[in-house]
């Protein structure tokens, strides 16, 4: 039932004949290996974490990318999101505000931040609330150098994002969803797998139940994170976590969730964790 939902979706979007069946599952995803500047060797497919029941492999975005998409993410001149990552540095060793601090003045170099995005979201004690990257960054802006806070998918935020994931490539995903952060999880998996708007689709029976299969002129993937934020071809800029989710909810037909709101850090959280053991890639590229 929820296959057929789909078949209806992609009859409704597609403008041409679009193939099923088992030719596409089969070229849809490749074997190809992610090796960025010839030196940043990331693992795109690994089995999938013991608390995943739908899926025994874990595959990145990238795998289902055409090759000219893929080349693009294998050296930085070619991948645009690094753009934005210049711009970000600047902004880290900017001075401003009344305390005239830059992010710089207290976190020195941006390598400091090595392993920051692999546990992101975390949960945080003195909040007693699960906080993304972006909470903390403007958590900084705001309570540490007396700053207005960027808008949660804005340039400066996504950038910045990008700026810090960077000097985490290559390393595992690794967030926690036990102890404290263990209800977000919950919540997270319980949205994952609610079917909502007109055509009664959940993120699985896209991302898992039909990852693979060719939709529009895509391939859907398992809808990972690790690779984010990500520089996509279509919009010709660098787009954050929620901001993507807001599209996929979109293209549903259902009422959206507010990005930077409670349902989206629940499900950040959860689509982090299925992709526990994939290399964070952020900036990737994709259409
Ligand atoms: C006045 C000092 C100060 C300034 C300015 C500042 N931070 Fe922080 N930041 C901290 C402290 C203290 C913490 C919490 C302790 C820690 O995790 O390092 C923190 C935590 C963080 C974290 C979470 C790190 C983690 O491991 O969980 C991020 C990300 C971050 N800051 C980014 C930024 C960015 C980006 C800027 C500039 C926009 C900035 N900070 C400006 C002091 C500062
Ligand atoms: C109607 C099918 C459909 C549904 C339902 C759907 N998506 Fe997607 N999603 C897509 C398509 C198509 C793409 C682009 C191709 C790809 O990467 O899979 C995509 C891409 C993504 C990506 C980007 C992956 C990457 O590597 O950059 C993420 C993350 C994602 N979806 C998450 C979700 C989440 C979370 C939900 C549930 C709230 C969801 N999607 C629901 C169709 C769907």
């Keep these: 039932m929820k296959i057929s939902n789909l078949h209806r979706f992609v009859q409704i979007a597609a403008t041409a004949t679009v193939a099923f069946g088992l030719a596409s599952i089969a070229t849809a995803q490749d074997n190809d290996k992610l090796v960025v500047n010839g030196e940043i060797e990331m693992v795109t497919r690994t089995a999938a974490p013991s608390y995943i029941d739908g899926i025994d492999e874990i595959i990145s975005g990238w795998n289902f ?34 305390e005239q601090k830059s992010c710089a003045t ?30 903390y960054i403007n958590n900084c802006r705001t309570e540490r150098q007396n700053v207005e806070p960027w808008g949660y998918t804005s340039g400066p935020m996504t950038n910045m994002s990008a700026l810090i994931s960077v000097q985490s490539r290559g390393m595992p995903m690794n967030v926690a969803i036990d102890g404290p952060a263990a ?14 708007g ?11 139940q039909s990852a693979g299969l060719r939709i529009r002129a895509d391939h859907l993937s398992q809808g990972q994170i690790n690779g ?4 996509r071809l279509k919009n010709a800029k660098l787009n954050g976590i929620h901001a993507r989710f807001k599209g996929c909810v979109r293209d549903t037909k259902a009422e959206t969730y507010k990005p930077g709101g409670p349902e989206f850090h629940a499900l950040e959280l959860y689509v982090a964790s299925r992709g526990n053991g994939l290399s964070v890639e952020g900036p990737s590229v994709r259409n």
């Design 65 to 98: 990318r055409t090759d000219e998409t893929q080349a693009l993410q294998m050296d930085d001149f070619d991948n645009s999101g690094m753009l934005g990552v210049d711009a970000a540095q600047e902004a880290w060793d900017t001075v401003q505000g009344p």
């Design 106 to 135: 207290c976190h020195g170099n941006v390598s400091s931040m090595v392993g920051v995005r692999t546990v992101m979201p975390k949960y945080n004690e003195e909040a007693a609330d699960l906080w993304t990257l972006e909470d």
């Design 183 to 196: 209800p977000f999880w919950e919540a997270g998996k319980e949205l994952y797998y609610t079917r909502t």
């Design 198 to 208: 007109v055509l009664e689709l959940s993120c699985a029976s896209c991302h898992e």
């Design 228 to 231: 984010f934020p990500t520089y």
